[in-house]
């Protein structure tokens, strides 16, 4: 693995303002402050309770990370989530949406993500998306032109990054990028670096902990 002050030749195609982390740096807790009527964070909330949600919900900020949602709970989770038009801000960290190698949550869960168009803020972080997740999820954010951040840490993505980099390329407005502990491999890396050149609003991009050999951060 690189040190934090070693950063692959292909990054340096990035803007000279880009902050690329090859350190895990949470800098999550000021965005989630914004996040109190809609904080639902640590309850142990899982597919039964999302269904009972879907009957209630219509807020603009979600925050659902550390649940039990499972792959199983996306169906409700959908539903409601299709009541938030407005929705800016959505947090599902850590809730096992998606199995490694099928990611029918994640296609789920993706079908109605394309249809929030107001979206700026995403965390899908330990998930357990995959490959086929990682593809649906390309879909439904190259829909939601207003995203700014967005945090795929600790998915497994790695074969598909082709084709989400081509995606997030298109990403106008993206900043903060998160795809830390996947494994993206030196060509992945290229891939990301070459789609992320000219992302004039990118100032922070996370690849640390992923096998990439000698030639980019591993």
């Not at 995203?147 to 990054?161: P, Q, T």
Request: glycine share 16%; net charge positive.
């Amino acid at each position: 693995m690189l040190s934090e002050h070693c950063v692959s030749e292909d990054f340096r195609r990035l803007p000279k303002h880009v902050k690329v982390a090859l350190k895990w740096r949470g800098d999550r807790t000021t965005r989630l402050g914004v996040l109190g009527n809609g904080g639902l964070i640590h309850n142990s909330i899982g597919a039964e309770g999302v269904g009972r949600l879907a009957s209630v919900l219509g807020v603009t900020h979600l925050d659902l990370s550390a649940n039990k949602i499972g792959a199983g709970g996306t169906d409700s989770l959908a539903v409601a989530l299709r009541r938030c038009k407005a929705l800016a801000d959505l947090c599902l960290g850590h809730n096992r949406i998606g199995v490694r190698g099928v990611g029918k949550g994640v296609r789920r869960l993706a079908d109605v993500l394309g249809e929030c168009r107001a979206l700026d803020y995403l965390d899908l972080n330990a998930n357990e998306i995959g490959e086929e997740g990682a593809g649906w999820l390309s879909n439904a954010l190259g829909k939601c032109k207003d995203l700014a951040h967005l945090f795929l840490g600790h998915n497994s993505i790695g074969a598909v990054v082709g084709w989400l980099a081509g995606v997030l390329g298109q990403c106008k407005a993206l900043a903060y990028l998160d795809l830390s502990a996947n494994t993206l491999g030196a060509e992945g890396v290229r891939w990301l670096a070459g789609a992320l050149a000219k992302r004039k609003a990118l100032y922070h991009l996370n690849v640390d902990c992923n096998a990439s050999g000698p030639e980019g951060p591993g």
